[in-house]
């Protein structure tokens, strides 16, 4: 394996004055390409704060960001977008699909817009994951008609469409029964083994967090296990 990201001495403060909440107090933390890690801690804790700045959705306050070589404190705003579309993918507890697309719309719309035009290697690339997640009997349903653990799936498709380096999770299953939980873990495990990609889930479960080879606590703005 080969280092993916270190973060170094994040701080991250919101708020001024009286108000002042600092959420990562000096955290540090280092992913080898290939990881699957469970983020566990309690509510509150700054785990979806961290989600955000590893994600480049958010600048910390203070402290160092290096991921593949790349110094992402350092970069503009331009350059982190172009990074962050290519190396890295997203899943929200919320899979946030537009409701009038179908499964297959959904999974190359990013790529679309972002291309200006949807190709005809992206709509197999987004064919392939769907039947890749157990999908291949929906790929043209609308959105609204899945459950809610095929809609899990068809967001974790959409996270792997530009075979991102690092997919981070935040609280994927948080809103699905334990049988769905499962079945997504199962597919990211799977991906994970067989792609590669690095995954890093939030999770308030045990469970879940059992299914990753490495659990990584936060408390108190640092990595405390
Ligand atoms: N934009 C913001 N402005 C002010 N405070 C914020 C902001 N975002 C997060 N916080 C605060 O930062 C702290 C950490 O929030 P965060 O969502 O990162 O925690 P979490 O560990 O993901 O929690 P949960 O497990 O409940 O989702 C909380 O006290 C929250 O109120």
Known sequence: MSALLDVRDLVKTFGTGEAETRVLRGLSL????????ALLGPSGSGKSTLLRILGTLM????????MLSQDLIAADDRALTEFRNR????????HNLL????ALENVIFPTAVREGRETSQARARGRALLIRMGLADRIDFPATKLSGGQKQRVAVARALMNSP???LADEPTGNLDR???????DLIAQINRE????????????KIADLCQRQIVVGDGVVTG
């Open 195 to 206: 792609e590669g990609t690095t995954f890093l889930i939030s999770t308030h479960d045990e």
């Open 30 to 37: 280092h992913l080898e390409r290939g990881e699957m890690a």
């Open 165 to 167: 380096e690092l997919v």
């Open 179 to 185: 049988v769905s939980a499962m079945q997504v873990m």
């Open 99 to 102: 409701p009038d697309f179908t």
């Open 59 to 66: 600048k910390p306050t203070s402290g160092q960001y290096l």
């Open 87 to 94: 190396h890295i993918g997203f899943v929200f507890q919320f």
